[in-house]
């Protein structure tokens, strides 16, 4: 039997595919704007989201949603409007997050704790036909606002007072780019799990700036990266009966490793064609009086 087979791999190839383009496109913007560990501390937020669906009986991926984009817009209003630095309140939002999962996670009611480890680390069975329709609400949602706003957000990002000078409305681009960040968590975590979501958020972004130059560039290579790494890291889990979001992430930093040295030959060679047409004696002999 081929792995199409069967009903749960189709799925949880389709929500690779839709989180290996969806995670990426966030992450280009987040990577640029130095918030790289972002994605990070709205997992742990999502995390309490979980922990509340099971409390409430109420389907964890709605919960974690609404938890996860609430702890999105806290730390960008509380970097923007207080004296805390980004990476101070990112790690008020890693704390608060897992203190709350813990404490949630403890009141309710037991039986738990396997169905918990699929949304830490992912799982190819748990993703079910209504979770699809879920993922793909939301990741159509975040690839539409991102090609929506993709300018203004770049804007922004790159530098927010020339944005600001320029008429953007840079408050609510900040919180619209928080709040699709934490919709790709929510996409991600039956994938990848939420302890390392952040990581398909960064490391094809990463491996992609070895690589190419420009933001549109990196952009697309990062795209492409995320849905290959995604892909493969599910077939990999499939046939080492392991979890998907650990092989998802080891291809992802096994590909930024490739990337790396593939960009220093790059490098090392346009530094060696520059320096021929320096040495080149034609050039030189009009340079000579």
Same mark, same amino acid.
């Given at each position: 039997m081929t792995v199409l087979s069967y009903d749960f791999m189709q799925r949880a190839l389709v929500a690779a595919l839709l989180v290996g383009l969806a995670a990426p496109a966030v992450?280009?913007?987040?990577?640029?704007?130095?918030?790289?560990?972002?994605?990070?501390?709205?997992?742990h937020?999502? %995390?309490? /989201?979980v922990a #509340?669906?099971? &409390?409430? @009986?109420?389907?964890?991926?709605?919960? !974690?949603?609404?938890?996860a984009v609430a702890g999105a817009v806290a730390?960008?209003?509380?970097?923007?409007?207080?004296?805390?630095?980004?990476?101070?309140a990112l790690a008020l939002l890693f704390y608060g997050g897992i203190a709350g999962g813990v404490l949630l996670i403890g009141l309710s009611s037991g039986g738990t704790s396997g169905?918990?480890?699929?949304?830490?680390?992912?799982?190819l069975t748990s993703v079910s036909p209504g979770d699809l329709t879920?993922?793909?609400? %939301?990741? /159509?949602?975040? #690839?539409?606002? &991102?090609? @929506?706003?993709?300018?203004?957000?770049? !804007?922004?990002c790159h530098d927010e007072e020339y944005a600001r000078a320029s008429g953007l409305p840079v408050r609510a681009l900040t919180l619209m780019l928080a709040a699709t960040a934490a919709l790709t968590v929510t996409v991600a975590m039956r994938v990848v799990g939420l302890l390392l979501v952040s990581a398909l958020m960064v490391v094809p972004v990463?491996?992609?700036?070895?690589?190419?130059?420009?933001?549109?560039?990196?952009?697309?290579a990062s795209l492409g990266l995320g849905v290959a790494v995604s892909v493969a890291g599910v077939l990999v889990a499939?046939?080492?009966?392991?979890?998907?979001? !650990?092989s998802i992430v080891v291809l992802a930093l096994g590909g930024f490793a490739v990337a790396v040295g593939m960009g220093a030959l790059l490098r090392r060679r346009r530094s060696g064609d520059a320096s021929g047409l320096e040495e080149d004696p034609a050039l030189a002999a009009e340079r000579e009086p």
């Open positions: 992450g280009t913007f987040l990577v640029q704007r130095r918030l790289a560990l972002m994605g990070d501390g709205i997992g937020v999502a %995390l309490t /989201g #509340l669906g099971f &409390l409430l @009986g109420v389907a964890p991926l709605i919960t !974690a949603m609404f938890a730390i960008e209003l509380i970097r923007a409007r207080g004296r805390t630095g980004g990476d101070v169905t918990l480890l699929s949304y830490l680390f992912g799982s879920v993922i793909a609400v %939301l990741a /159509g949602a975040v #690839l539409v606002l &991102l090609a @929506g706003f993709g300018r203004e957000m770049f !804007a922004v990463a491996t992609a700036q070895q690589l190419t130059r420009s933001f549109r560039t990196t952009l697309l499939f046939q080492a009966d392991v979890a998907p979001g !650990a």
